[in-house]
């Protein structure tokens, strides 16, 4: 394909750093949403409960759909997505969490 041919595709990058403050309830949100899914496999199912509840980050993972927040954008269709999600260690102070030119440039759209 010519880059006039798949110019009509965007790659959006998001990166966030959420604080969460209630682990449990994100939890308990993972788990209602595992159990609604109606066509989840069995041995899946037992796979995702155990994931989610092991870990915060895991639940909030399984909670965000990439389809979810373009569904109210007119025009637009999602072709690929992927995502994941850490536990990390931030500090909003330290230089490390500030945009590099790099990031600034993307952001701008240069």
Request: charge should be negative; hydrophobic fraction near 35%; charged fraction near 35%.
């Amino acid at each position: 394909m010519s880059t006039s041919e798949t110019s009509r595709f965007v790659r959006l990058r998001v990166e966030m750093v959420v604080e969460v403050r209630d682990p449990g309830a994100v939890t308990k949100d993972a788990l209602r949403r595992v159990a609604e899914d109606t066509d989840m496999p069995e041995g899946e199912r037992a796979y995702t409960e155990s994931a989610v509840t092991e870990d915060p980050a895991e639940a909030l993972a399984y909670l965000i759909d990439p389809a979810e927040l373009l569904g109210r954008v007119s025009g637009v269709e999602l072709a690929q997505a992927s995502w994941s999600s850490e536990q990390i260690d931030y500090d909003p102070d330290s230089p490390d969490w500030v945009l590099d030119d790099d990031d600034e440039a993307e952001r701008d759209g240069y």
